[in-house]
């Protein structure tokens, strides 16, 4: 298996199936999301391609990146009905074989949660994106509550929640790694998405910018 590929066949075909759930759930978060984008974007996590719907005209290229082979071919399929030029590639977060300084804007949605090196992922971001450049995320984050983080603490160290969910961990506190990843957090609100989601709450949407 090539490092630029993730296999998670069995949760791949259930994200795809409970995708417009999700969009329901989530879809005018995602709007807001990518509102007031332009020129090009690299999208990480891009899955079935459901963010493609949501771009501005303004953006000129959607540079979507996609590990899982199942995904990735939904993703292709949704790039030929997006409104925008969208080029859908087969690589990791991690490494990305993309230039340097080349987009204006990154975007990361309920992606941070699954990467294995998130400090490696958003520094990668980091590189790619021109000076000034702009990360958009919209990620689920560890809960405020004690009760509630020591479950979700429980679910990622036991093994099940990443399981179960694709690589999926629940109890990250992702806000502050993108901080430590050298980003200056510059807009940030708490989304609720309710109950359904359960231990992958609460979820935040935010705009953050390297720092110089």
């Given at each position: 298996?090539?490092d630029?590929?993730?296999?998670?066949?069995i949760?791949?075909?259930?994200f795809?199936?409970?995708?417009p759930?999700?969009?329901?759930?989530?879809g005018?978060?995602?709007?807001?999301?990518?509102?007031?984008?332009?020129?090009?974007?690299?999208?990480?996590?891009?899955?079935?391609?459901v963010?493609?719907?949501?771009?501005?005209?303004?953006?000129?290229?959607v540079?979507?990146?996609?590990?899982?082979?199942?995904?990735?071919?939904k993703?292709?399929?949704a790039a030929?009905?997006?409104?925008?030029p969208?080029?859908?590639v087969?690589?990791v977060?991690?490494?990305?074989?993309?230039?340097?300084?080349s987009?204006?804007?990154?975007?990361a949605?309920?992606?941070?949660c699954?990467?294995?090196d998130?400090?490696?992922?958003?520094?990668?971001?980091?590189?790619?994106?021109?000076?000034?450049?702009?990360?958009?995320?919209?990620e689920?984050?560890?809960?405020?509550?004690p009760?509630k983080?020591?479950?979700?603490?429980?679910a990622d160290?036991?093994g099940?929640?990443?399981?179960?969910?694709?690589?999926?961990?629940c109890?990250?506190?992702t806000?502050?790694e993108?901080?430590?990843?050298?980003?200056?957090?510059?807009e940030?609100?708490?989304?609720?998405?309710?109950?359904?989601?359960g231990?992958t709450?609460p979820?935040?949407?935010?705009?953050?910018?390297?720092?110089?």
């Amino acid at each position: 298996m090539s490092d630029a590929q993730v296999r998670h066949p069995i949760f791949a075909r259930f994200f795809n199936r409970l995708s417009p759930v999700i969009e329901r759930d989530i879809g005018a978060d995602r709007k807001q999301l990518l509102s007031g984008l332009s020129g090009r974007v690299v999208e990480i996590g891009a899955g079935n391609g459901v963010n493609f719907g949501h771009y501005p005209s303004l953006v000129t290229e959607v540079v979507a990146i996609e590990p899982e082979a199942y995904l990735r071919g939904k993703a292709e399929e949704a790039a030929t009905r997006a409104s925008v030029p969208v080029r859908v590639v087969a690589a990791v977060a991690g490494d990305l074989p993309l230039e340097p300084d080349s987009f204006d804007a990154a975007v990361a949605t309920l992606v941070l949660c699954t990467v294995p090196d998130v400090t490696g992922a958003l520094g990668e971001l980091r590189r790619v994106l021109k000076p000034g450049g702009e990360l958009r995320f919209l990620e689920h984050v560890r809960g405020e509550g004690p009760t509630k983080a020591r479950v979700q603490r429980f679910a990622d160290r036991s093994g099940i929640w990443p399981l179960i969910g694709g690589g999926c961990h629940c109890s990250r506190t992702t806000v502050s790694e993108i901080e430590r990843a050298g980003y200056a957090v510059e807009e940030l609100r708490s989304v609720d998405v309710g109950p359904s989601w359960g231990i992958t709450n609460p979820h935040v949407i935010g705009v953050a910018r390297a720092r110089a």
